[in-house]
């Protein structure tokens, strides 16, 4: 249900940056502590866009596993499940290294010629 | 014509953030601490709020409490909460057939002018009831509870990660319903050990008011916990 709403969020981050230009793709980093859908999103991205400069653009998800980094032992690891402990040492003391990104990487836009002599 | 790659690198609910940071400086300014209470529909999230309101039970500190209720569909919270003598702020997400499945940042901005922040010091929103969307969206609070009941059974810690992780505090509701089901309190904790280790917990039950005295006691403490001004 979020991706409607994360999408809308996308879709206004890129009109902000393309500044009137004619947006391509634009590529979103999203972590797996998210929980988006991607296929939701796209899905969403699709008609939110309509009649702005993304109406049309393809949105490119890159998938950012989730990782954690212990602060004991400094080991860091992907975890696949939601365990939020070291895999070595069992200490809680981790930090989130990875998964909780949700953001615009980069669009491509298209840029009129122009001449500047 | 030609393409170009313009690099973002922008949080995606960079916009949400920066209207509950200035939310939260409105809340701040006048001395409001602010709760927002999530879970899935039916935890009993308004059945909690009746139990804590209570004007026949003890008040929370010396705390004057608002609510702003975050209902999908018409004022059926709101009206259960209109006989407790704090000021309720309806704010309808949607137009009578469901609407937003969360609160967001801005939601919460068009409600302040109707809530009033000079009589309040604590203000506790009610988010939509959902296991997922809420947790994405700040609104500018100074703290977040997620209440799960023990009708939804216990493994939802495992199945809803992120809602477990973005609070303080994870209080169980309908604890007077543990005998009726297979809910494992073992289980439960241990889902949340390994998704929010260490984070508090209360067990409750709003129905007959079992444990409810810690939960009022916890809130009382907020203000002072978030450091918000006196």
């Given amino acids: 249900m979020h991706e409607f709403s994360i999408a809308s969020a996308v879709v206004d981050t890129a009109v902000k940056f393309a500044s009137g230009r004619k947006v391509n793709v634009v590529t979103v980093r999203c972590g797996r502590l998210r929980q988006v859908v991607p296929d939701s999103l796209e899905f969403a991205f699709g008609i939110l866009s309509r009649e702005t400069v993304c109406e049309g653009a393809r949105l490119e998800i890159e998938d950012v596993p989730a990782r954690l980094r212990c602060n004991e032992c400094e080991r860091e690891f992907e975890i696949t499940l939601p365990v939020f402990r070291c895999r070595a040492c069992d200490t809680a003391n981790v930090d989130v290294v990875g998964g909780e990104e949700l953001e615009v990487d980069t669009i491509d836009v298209v840029e009129e010629a122009q001449c500047t002599a | ?230």
């Fill in chain 2, 1 to 230: 014509v030609h393409r170009v790659k313009v690099r973002v690198v922008e949080d995606a609910l960079d916009a949400n953030n920066t209207i509950a940071r200035a939310n939260r400086d409105d809340f701040d300014r006048h001395g409001v601490t602010v709760l927002n209470i999530m879970s899935a529909p039916g935890a009993g999230k308004t059945t909690l709020l009746e139990r804590l309101l209570n004007p026949s039970h003890p008040p929370i500190g010396d705390l004057r409490v608002g609510v702003l209720e975050g209902d999908v569909q018409g004022s059926l919270d709101a009206d259960r909460l209109a006989h407790l003598h704090v000021p309720v702020t309806q704010l309808e997400t949607g137009n009578g057939f469901g609407g937003e499945c969360h609160l967001d940042a801005n939601m919460v901005r068009s409600a302040l002018p109707s809530i009033p922040l000079d009589d309040i010091d604590l203000l506790i929103i009610e988010n939509v009831g959902n296991l997922v969307c809420p947790a994405e969206f700040h609104v500018g609070e100074d703290a977040r509870i997620m209440v799960a009941s023990v009708a939804e059974g216990d493994d939802k810690p495992g199945k809803y990660p992120l809602m477990f992780r973005t609070c303080e505090l994870v209080v169980v509701n309908k604890i007077d319903l543990l005998e009726h089901t297979d809910f494992s309190m073992e289980r439960f904790d241990g889902f949340l050990d390994a998704v929010h280790p260490g984070v508090e917990r209360m067990r409750v039950s709003a129905r007959t008011g079992e444990g409810v005295d810690a939960l009022r006691a916890w809130l009382a403490r907020l203000p002072d916990r978030a450091g918000a001004p006196a």
